[in-house]
């Protein structure tokens, strides 16, 4: 079959490229001045030459180990964050018994229960001691974020504060509330099922009471842990772009052999059949 002009053209430019580099590589490597050298180059016991700056690698090591202080300390705030949120739960557990014990109250207000009765009187103390077991049961990890008698240990000291270690030198404290004597003058034993009868008017003021304090602790717990969940988003930011920093230092440090500069000199002066992207 007969080639057409185009490819003819294609094959002669081809066979030019090759016969050029063909040409090229044996001037370099027969019996001229400059074969001899790029023969030395190649062929002799190369010097020891350092892979990598020393500098450059102290750099890179410092910019690695701060990425990793600085995830260590995100996961730290973290972890706080998800300590307000058991904290919150817990806060939101209480005030959903508080709300069925002012359902209690209500009720009897309106005449569909009696103060005096025994299991309207057991309902309205279970719901009291539900919110105890709340209180004295809500931990993280063993440090009790409501209830102050158990506080006072490694964790979280006597004022409820826990330390975070969130900087490369330093951090804060979160602190926690003292659910289990949340109104002054007033503790949670106080509410008591067989006062409906006798002072119901007292036990709604003690309802209205408990139930304004752990709703404003409550609140206070939801901002802080959304705060909390922000900064270590930020800090995860940070420490991605050091990542970064320290990718982009190591693609920069990279060398070449001689046999690829080599190389690399021929097909430039004599063009390639492809480029590096193939």
Known sequence: MALNDFEKNFIYDISSRLLSQDLLTNAYFMNSQVGSSLRDMVLAR????????????????????????????????????????????GTSQILDALSSMEDIIDKINSGELIASDPSVQADYDALRDQITGIYESTDYNGIYVLDSSQWGTEQINSSGQVYIQAFKDGGFNVSFHAVDDPVSGSSWSDLQGSSLATDLAGQTLLVDDFTSAITT????????E?????????????ATLLDQAVEARRQNTTSLSVENLLVDLILKDSGGLLDEQG
């Open 46 to 89: 190369q010097p020891v030459q350092p892979l990598t700056n020393p500098f450059d690698e102290a750099i890179t090591g410092t910019l690695r180990g701060d990425a990793a202080a600085v995830r260590r300390n995100a996961d730290n705030v973290t972890e706080a964050a998800t300590m307000m949120g058991v904290a919150q739960s």
């Open 217 to 224: 602790i409550d609140d206070l717990y939801q901002s802080r």
């Open 226 to 238: 959304s705060m909390l969940e922000s900064q270590a988003s930020s800090l995860e930011n940070q």
